[in-house]
């Protein structure tokens, strides 16, 4: 298991609201599975369960049920990995949507194997 205390940086395009840049994050990592813990967009803590793909030796696809956003306790949702930057979509309630674009910086990990 690897646990990894980290920093994700994000830009928000598209959007009309406010967001957030700055999401520190802690994440455990155990084979395929990712959970963890991260300050998200709309400043509020969000906790995260899923798993993790490699698509390619440098592209990754991760889709999680995640906590600490407005439509509901619990949503769905994924985002693609190149290397440490990543992409994906987020709507707006009536107000269409954009990209997230961002960065994982990890600041830190400790590996259990």
Do not use: C
């Amino acid at each position: 298991m690897e646990f990894v205390l980290g920093l994700a940086l994000s830009l928000h395009v598209g959007f009309e609201n406010d967001y957030s840049n700055y999401h520190p994050k802690f994440t455990a990592n155990y084979e395929n599975l990712t959970m963890g813990v991260y300050y998200n967009s709309i400043k509020k803590p969000s906790f995260y369960f899923g798993r993790s793909s490699d698509l390619t030796e440098n592209l990754t696809l991760e889709t999680v049920i995640v906590s600490g956003y407005v439509y509901g306790p619990v949503i769905p949702a994924a985002r693609l990995l190149y290397k440490d930057k990543y992409y994906l979509t987020y709507g707006q309630e009536g107000k269409g949507g954009g990209i997230v674009i961002g960065i994982d910086i990890p600041l830190g990990s400790i590996n259990t194997r």
